[in-house]
């Protein structure tokens, strides 16, 4: 979460907490999204069972590690699913967000697996470029071109869905990464088939160690951008907050907080300071437009004061996102005492 100030002054307070719960739909539960992840998973999963059977019989390290990955690609398509049935879920109790960070969790315990799974691999291909065992070339290129076959249609049925979901297009990436992974693996079995060079095969592993380090990597880092409830990587709060207090009757934001709840969807909250008898509603209504056209923002919590006139009169006026069943209108109220601190104008 960030905290930022802007305006006039030479300082600015941080502090504000507030939290709006607006009625934003997020979630991607169509059925024809899971019905083509589930045909993905499917042969997927076939495969990758038979896939492993053959590389125990071939002696090939590169065809276990290739079943490896898209063993992550089969939990990458899980998590889809799952996360599309979370999303769907109410908020309630003491889960206010509902349970939209457990596809964060799962992206975690996934690249933690993906980095210890190829840490091991390395190790193995190391161990076989340095003596290497007698490897099956006719049939490891045999399973490495069905595996091209197979992850094909699989990107295919991915590619069907709504790859503006983050997590489909997660899973759509993982499976094309496995598509390259079984190139390398069957250009490793031509060169053992026609050279007889079966260092090739630990070589190819290493492209395929290679390619889970990355995603296992970007996973941990996305991830844990949002535990640490950073902004969005695409998105500057500083450059946010000087165009939010560049708007029509605005003299300061601050307690400026750009934070994201799951991955795709953010939020937004600040203290709007306007200029005396300037229009708080139209200014938040300006604010909201503005945040959900050029930000793509929808859960915002903007708390509006008038300068100077919150610190003396001891009054704070506080307007959330509406909800379908609140009212778009707010009177000036007593609330919460709002004691300024040295920073406030």
């Known amino acids: 979460m960030s905290d930022h100030g802007h305006g006039h002054g030479p300082g600015h307070d941080h502090g504000a907490d507030g939290h709006g719960h607006g009625g934003h739909s997020h979630g991607v539960s169509a059925e024809a999204d899971r019905r ?99 490897v099956e070339g006719g049939l490891m290129l045999a399973t490495a071109l069905t595996g091209i076959a197979v992850n094909v249609v699989a ?7 709504n790859r503006s979901s983050l997590n489909v297009e997660g899973a759509y990436q993982h499976i094309l990464n496995d598509l390259f992974a079984f190139v390398g693996t069957a250009v490793a079995a031509l060169i053992v088939v026609l050279t007889g060079f079966d260092r090739a095969d630990p070589i190819a592993t290493l492209v395929v160690v290679a390619l889970m380090v990355k995603a296992g990597y970007g996973l941990l880092r996305e991830s844990g951008r949002i535990f640490l409830e950073a ?82 009169a001891g009054t704070l006026l506080q307007i959330t996102t509406p909800t379908a069943d609140a009212p778009d209108h707010c009177d000036d109220a007593h609330g919460p005492v709002h004691r300024p601190g040295p920073h406030d104008h």
């Open 231 to 312: 902004a969005p990587a695409d998105m500057d709060p500083d450059a946010v907050g000087d165009q939010l207090v560049a708007q029509r009757a605005v003299v300061e934001v601050h307690d400026l907080h750009v934070w994201q709840i799951t991955s795709g969807q953010s939020a937004l909250s600040a203290h709007v300071l306007v200029e005396p008898g300037g229009d708080c509603h139209a200014v938040r209504r300006d604010l909201e437009d503005l945040l959900r056209h050029d930000y793509g923002i929808t859960h915002t919590t903007l708390q509006v004061d008038h300068l100077g006139e919150g610190a003396r």
């Open 36 to 134: 083509w992840l589930g045909m993905a998973l499917t042969l997927i999963t076939a495969f990758m069972a038979v896939e492993v059977v053959v590389g125990v019989i071939a002696g090939s390290l590169a065809l276990i590690s290739d079943a490896a990955h898209m063993l992550t690609d089969a939990a990458s398509i899980v998590l889809a699913l799952i996360a599309m049935r979370l999303a769907a879920r109410p908020a309630r109790g003491g889960y206010t967000y509902g349970l939209k960070r457990a596809e964060i969790l799962s992206a975690q315990a996934n690249g933690l697996t993906l980095l210890l799974l190829g840490a091991w691999l390395a190790y193995e291909a190391v161990r076989r470029l340095i003596s290497p065992p007698e």
């Open 155 to 161: 990107t295919w049925c991915i590619s069907r869905a």
